[in-house]
């Protein structure tokens, strides 16, 4: 017997996982809820999804085994928190939560009650991250021992229409979210190859200066006015870590909007928006076309695999469906379900998860102490009980 999933949030990100859960073998069945009744009946149509909920409260009543929060990215932390303590697993979108408190009382949750927690973490299967990983194992780098992760998203390209559709008339108090708590795709895509925890950051930001009354003071609901942020890490193992968060940025995000550098003591790895090259004491060589998203058949929305993805281990309902952001929903999706179905961590647990954003909310306080370097506290290791 598979698993059922109540999705929360029927925006713009959950139709891209609905048909993966739905076609996954291991569920049995596919639930909707959200706010708004008529997205909610539009993609339980659309998805040919199981059912309805009137309420998130009302999907914490049923007896659906798991709940996959894709809603706003400030609301996760209470959501996942409640969904825990009503015995569902949990998969949540990016980022975990936007205080140490909220990620502590999550892992404290995870950890009292043996539930799955994980955190879609796209950047984890960007076939830059892949390729690195690889490597990395195979011990080709060397020792890194300095790393670049850049999410570089300009507000023009996207964000001021997404913010539109999901803040309605008071988009602009959320439109001001700030760089540095959404820092999990820069941020993971390093971590997740050095496999090491930042311990200390130093941050500063940009103050912006377009005057739209998007990244106001008086009107965000985050007292933010910073658009672009650069922190510098100290990681566990003696690395260092330096992360750019850009939403004004005159760059092709459409291209490429998470890009990232590792540099060994043997060999270094740099990537561009169109270009990624693999380089060593001798020279360089162009490895584009290793990750470079293939095109989907035509008509299929979204992008493709590219060749260091390993689709072998998906299931074989996932052949010809969508998938996006460099590949990466596929795994996620399958990542999610088989931790649940056999009962064991995912990749990007709660305390991997911890480590890819608790840095950034440091980070974030960090640039409004202009840059002073403060610790980013230790969250520990998953207990072997932990799923
Ligand atoms: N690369 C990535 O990892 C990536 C990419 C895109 C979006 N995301 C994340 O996905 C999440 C969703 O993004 P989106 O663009 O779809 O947002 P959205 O605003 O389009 O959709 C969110 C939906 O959630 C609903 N909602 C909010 N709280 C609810 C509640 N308590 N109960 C029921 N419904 C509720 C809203 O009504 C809305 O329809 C965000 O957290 C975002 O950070 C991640």
């Not at 009382?105 to 990983?133: C, F, H, K, N, Q």
């Not at 993971?188 to 130093?202: C, D, F, I, P, T």
């Not at 003071?217 to 922190?231: C, G, H, I």
């Not at 998906?314 to 590949?327: D, I, Q, V």
Request: charged residues 20%; hydrophobic residues 35%.
């Amino acid at each position: 017997m598979g698993t059922t999933v109540g999705v929360v949030g029927a925006g713009q990100f959950s139709g891209s996982f609905l048909p993966l859960f739905r076609s996954h073998p291991d569920v049995d069945g596919v639930f909707i809820t959200d706010h708004q009744p008529s997205r909610m009946e539009r993609a339980a149509s659309q998805f040919h999804l199981d059912g309805t909920f009137p309420s998130f409260e009302a999907l914490l009543q049923s007896d659906v085994e798991c709940v996959a929060i894709f809603t706003q990215r400030w609301t996760h932390g209470p959501l996942v928190l409640e969904a825990l303590e009503a015995g569902k697993h949990v998969y949540s979108t990016v980022p975990m939560g936007i205080s140490e408190a909220e990620i502590r009382e999550i892992l404290d949750a995870v950890r009292a009650t043996g539930l799955v927690y994980m955190m879609g973490e796209t950047s984890y299967y960007y076939p830059a991250a892949v390729y690195a990983r690889e490597r990395n194992s195979a011990g080709d780098f060397g020792r890194i021992f300095y790393a670049e992760g850049d999410y570089v998203h300009d507000m023009d390209l996207g964000f001021y229409d997404a913010y539109r559709f999901s803040g309605g008339e008071h988009w602009k108090e959320t439109a001001s979210f700030p760089p540095m708590l959404y820092p999990t795709h820069s941020i993971g895509g390093v971590l997740s190859v050095l496999g090491q925890r930042a311990v200390s950051v130093s941050c500063l930001a940009v103050r912006d200066d377009r005057d739209d009354g998007v990244f106001d003071r008086s009107v965000s609901m985050f007292d933010n006015d910073f658009s672009n942020a650069t922190a510098l890490f100290e990681l566990a193992g003696g690395a260092i870590m330096r992360t750019n968060e850009m939403r004004r940025v005159g760059y092709p995000s459409h291209i490429r909007e998470s890009r990232y550098r590792y540099f060994g003591t043997e060999a270094s790895f740099e990537q561009l928006a169109e270009v990624s090259v693999w380089q060593d004491k001798n020279g360089v060589t162009d490895i584009s076309g290793l990750l470079v998203p293939q095109p989907l058949p035509e008509g299929e929305p979204g992008h493709g695999f590219a060749r260091v993805h390993d689709r072998s281990r998906l299931p074989a309902s996932y052949s010809g469906l969508p998938t996006g952001h460099e590949g990466s929903h596929h795994f996620l999706a399958d990542d999610f379900v088989r931790a649940v179905t056999t009962r064991t961590l995912p990749p990007v647990n709660a305390w991997v998860a911890a480590g890819f954003t608790l840095p950034g909310i440091v980070a974030h306080q960090s640039a409004n102490r202009g840059g002073e370097r403060l610790p980013v506290p230790e969250m520990g290791d998953p207990p072997a009980t932990a799923r």
